[in-house]
């Protein structure tokens, strides 16, 4: 900091005169932040009065006083619908569930064979060699149905063959620059950049 100080400004600061400046920096974010969670509720509402349809909930800590906000949920309309038309469903996790049960190597190839079969036959040939091999591990990846997870019964069209669950983890890399923001600033980065197209 001193160094930047002294380069950019010209200035050749102590440092305790850098200290306490930090010191008021640091709390001005904090009153800033502070602030937002303040207005937290008249966000939800101004987001539910211009975007119809939506979904906002926010949850506070259970058992504190005094109130404390815990977490919040933001799906915009036009995304459920976007998502809903142009997308298939995700099947969360259906991999890393089977695997806790059925850990052998030669198990795990044949589930992703399933996975990734291009149609129900070769589906069925799959899940009938998994059977060969363990009958317990082909009767469980039926506890969850294939439509959710396998190839085999994406429709026509879709945008994505990925059988992996990697939505949350690309998301969430999206939107690391925003994460450092305080609340409010943090989920209009997040509201702006979610809604810009994509241009092909």
Same mark, same amino acid.
């Given at each position: ?8 400004? +010209? ?5 305790? $005169? %850098?200290?306490? !400046?930090? @010191? ?77 049960? +059925? ?5 795990? $190839? %044949?589930?992703? !064979?399933? @996975? ?85």
């Amino acid at each position: 900091m001193k160094n930047t100080v002294l380069e950019e400004m +010209f200035a050749d600061a102590s440092i305790s $005169k %850098l200290k306490r !400046a930090k @010191a008021i920096v640091m709390q001005k974010a904090y009153d800033a932040t502070k602030g937002q969670y303040e207005v937290l509720y008249d966000y939800q509402l101004e987001l539910l009065r211009s975007n119809p349809g939506s979904t906002v909930v926010i949850n506070k800590l259970p058992n504190v006083d005094p109130p404390t906000f815990w977490r919040m949920y933001v799906c915009f309309d036009a995304c459920k619908k976007g998502f809903l038309a142009g997308c298939r469903k995700v099947s969360r996790h259906i991999y890393a569930n089977w695997k806790k049960e +059925f850990f052998k190597k030669e198990c795990q $190839k %044949l589930f992703w !064979a399933c @996975a990734k079969a291009p149609c129900p036959m070769l589906f069925n040939l799959a899940r009938a060699r998994l059977a060969k091999e363990t009958r317990p591990c082909a009767q469980a990846i039926l506890n969850t149905h294939p439509q959710h997870w396998s190839r085999a019964w994406f429709r026509l069209g879709s945008n994505c063959d990925s059988v992996d669950n990697n939505l949350c983890e690309s998301f969430n890399k999206w939107i690391v620059e925003a994460r450092f923001f305080p609340i409010i600033t943090m989920l209009e980065a997040i509201r702006r950049k979610v809604m810009i197209r994509i241009q092909e």
